[in-house]
């Protein structure tokens, strides 16, 4: 199964639009799809997984594997993030659970290569996208994990201290979501909020004492996620 996810696959064409999809940037799409991967490496790696979340990482890093149109830098960082991953799945596909220390230095090659993709104008308008993206990541890493070392501080959102983070994210959410009709978003992110704000060490010591699965949890997130790019597409 995991060797499945590991293969590098040929693909035809750009698969950023593909149909359905939200007309993300290429930039942000990359970022966002570098999170994902990690958030479920993370699952696979602390429980394994269903055939839906084997078939999101597959896509994740199909679109990973697309070289950046940008600089050799993004190319690099890139490069060496994918690289990680595949190295972590082919360790669990060899029954080699991977260590704090490794999942630790897969979130710092994800960390550069948001770095490099990140253009702090340019990607104001979907930032609420990435937020909410990395955020999820965040809880993940702290069921399965525990607080990673290379969370350092700065003025970037995956450098901004979760709980300032999150109290951004919802002021940004409290202009867009009354412009939806769908109900749903509301909902969800009223379920999304109250999970994210109990983000700790481990995922059992909370400030509610009711932690969300990260699977609930990161499920939800990637729905709302969805509905929020096309919220944004339809500005």
Known sequence: MIRKITRSLTLAGCLFALPGQAALPDNVVLQREAMRALTLT???QGEGMYSRQRKELQGSLDLLHIPPAGSSDQSFATTRYTAAITRILAGLEAGQVP????MDLLYSELMNMIETLHQPDADTPWLSVLMTEYLTLRYAFASYVGIPSAAEPGSHY???DISDL??????QLATLLPRSQDASLAA???MLHHALSDIREGWTRTQSGNP???LVVTQNARVFSNQLSDLLDDR
Not at 99 to 102: A, L, N, R
């Open 42 to 44: 993370l699952q696979l």
């Open 99 to 102: 260590s704090s220390e490794d």
């Open 158 to 160: 995956y450098r901004t």
């Open 166 to 171: 999150l109290q951004q994210l919802d002021r």
């Open 188 to 190: 969800r992110w009223s």
């Open 212 to 214: 969300f699965s990260p």
